[in-house]
């Protein structure tokens, strides 16, 4: 029924959406959207690298399991070592100088890793000198960035919308994730079939989308500027009656260390659960190129194309404000999933149809997740903080860790009689069901919606306003290190999968259980 015009219907519905959440959400501060969307557009561009920077490494470099994931879990570390760096830089010079000179100095990083140099010495040599410019530059900005997310609420009239404002943040920078595989494999067999490039040297044309991506980022900040120019540290002197109205808002400080010293155990527990969580770019991604079907046919087919993603993201939205929402909402939630439905139903393939499943499409389930989840857990939380009995932030983060767990026991299970990995080679051993990555990332993702954007807004509630930039670069320290354990697993790639999965269970388990015994120090701060 629809035809040529699946892509304008869900543009279409896209536009519906947005104007949706800006009435449905409109206690939030303006600055939030601004913001939000310019971190969209910059994760769009890093996850477009990341769906296929691993597979990059041994096409291009031939780098076997274990350079590869020392290669990624080093970049990765100095990706969230750098914002502590940013955020010491930042509580001096100001936040927004931080954003606008990282974002700079990102587009460098990724313009030299859009160059095909081929395999050799000198192409080595530019890689690691553009990941370093986009560690760099990331740094400089993502901490920044979200601090002055926080600091939109500091204002008495939206304290009590931090969690869901950074959750409704998180969902926005989700989009950019979840369009990040698609755009990356799209652009790879363009460059393969009308360009007749090599498979090596069309990892570049997905880099240079990163380019393109972070002008838009840019763009959108200075365009959206005037919504959160009350919170930028530099700031006009006509602007500093505002600067001491903000100030007054913010609760006074008590017991400086004991908050700190919170926050570090916090940080302890998180690193445990990126080493977990990112396996997404490596162990997880290798899983799904050498064990996974290759192929897919019927309904289950619908789910690799990131349309259908989009109109299950729609209908859940419609479905919520049919029942939350009045007046225009509402209107706008009816039409969301009438045609969503109606798009879903046109989508059905005919029998036979087969489907090719790249291995990193599969990374797109997670952000897909993330923000079809997000109204999910923002109406669950208030139904609970109504009743009294939300959970306070270091329990969500407890559970975070449990939940993880669960993801990795469901795999560790999935895979008892399938054969060790060759870590080498790479080889194609089995076709296990795609369902089972798809339900690990699903599982993953309940546990990062209570870990990662409470985690953030209790970071910016907790700490001390004059150590607030340097104590969201702990955050990112955290993950830097927790990045860098992710090499861990990819290195024991070759052994038992079990083993493997079984670690990542483990390990979530025992930081579960650190959290949940320290918990009430934790409560009497947050």
């Not at 990765?76 to 927004?96: K, M, T, W």
């Not at 479905?319 to 929402?325: E, K, R, W």
């Not at 990374?363 to 923002?378: D, E, G, R, Y």
């Not at 999935?414 to 060759?422: E, F, G, T, W």
């Amino acid at each position: 029924m629809f035809g040529m015009l699946s892509t304008p219907i869900i543009v279409g519905l896209f536009v519906i959406w947005f104007w949706f959440l800006l009435i449905s959400y409109k206690g939030q501060p303006k600055g939030l959207w601004t913001l939000a969307l310019a971190n969209t557009g910059e994760r769009f561009g890093y996850y477009t690298m990341l769906a296929v920077f691993v597979l990059f490494l041994g096409d291009n470099f031939g780098f076997d399991a274990k350079w590869a994931s020392e290669t990624f879990s080093s970049f990765l570390f100095f990706v969230y070592l750098l914002p502590l760096l940013g955020g010491i830089l930042a509580d001096r010079y100001g936040y927004s100088k931080m954003v606008v000179i990282g974002i700079v100095i990102m587009f460098l990083g990724y313009l030299i890793l859009s160059v095909p140099l081929g395999g050799a010495s000198p192409a080595l040599v530019a890689m690691c000198a553009g990941l370093l410019l986009v560690s760099l530059g990331t740094g400089l900005f993502k901490g920044n960035l979200q601090v002055m997310v926080g600091d939109l609420y500091n204002a008495p009239e939206y304290r009590d919308k931090r969690d869901s404002g950074f959750s409704l943040f998180y969902m926005a920078i989700n989009i950019g994730a979840l369009f990040a595989p698609t755009a990356a494999i799209a652009v790879m067999n363009w460059a393969q079939k009308s360009l007749e490039y090599s498979k090596a040297d069309s990892y570049h044309f997905a880099f240079a989308v990163a380019c393109v991506s972070v002008i838009v980022s840019i763009l959108v900040y200075y365009l959206g500027k005037s919504t959160f120019a009350h919170v930028i540290g530099t700031q006009k002197k006509d602007d500093k009656q505002a600067v001491k109205a903000q100030t007054a808002s913010v609760p006074e400080e008590k017991d400086t260390k004991e908050r700190i010293v919170c926050l570090c155990l916090v940080f302890a527990v998180v690193i445990f659960f990126w080493m977990a969580f990112h396996q997404n770019g490596l162990t997880l991604t290798w899983f799904a190129d050498e064990y996974t079907a290759t192929t897919s046919t019927g309904i289950e087919s619908m789910m690799f194309d990131v349309r259908n993603l989009l109109a299950c993201i729609f209908i859940v939205y419609g479905l919520f404000g049919l029942v939350q929402t009045k007046g225009t909402a509402r209107i706008l939630a009816a039409v969301m999933t009438l045609v969503s439905l109606l798009f879903l139903y046109n989508m059905i393939p005919l029998p036979g149809v087969v489907t090719e499943v790249d291995a990193p499409i599969f990374q797109q389930f997670n952000a897909c997740f993330v923000v079809m989840l997000t109204p999910v857990s923002i109406a669950f939380f208030n139904w609970l903080a109504k009743k009294g009995k939300e959970p306070k932030a270091p329990v969500k983060i407890g559970l975070g860790m449990v939940v993880a767990a669960g993801a990795y026991l469901m795999m560790t299970l999935a895979c008892l009689d399938l054969p060790a990995a060759d870590p080498v080679n790479h080889v194609h051993q089995a076709d296990m069901a795609p369902m089972l990555l798809v339900n690990t990332y699903l599982i993953l993702t309940f546990a990062e919606l209570l870990l990662s954007p409470i985690g953030i807004s209790f970071v910016t509630k907790v700490a001390p306003v004059k150590y607030k930039g340097m104590m969201m670069g702990g955050w990112f320290v955290a993950t830097a290190i927790g990045n860098k354990l992710v090499g861990i697993p990819g290195r024991m790639w070759g052994m038992d999968l079990s083993v493997v999965w079984g670690t990542l269970m483990f390990i979530c388990l025992l930081a579960a259980i650190f959290i949940f015994s320290i918990i009430k120090k934790l409560n009497k701060v947050s």
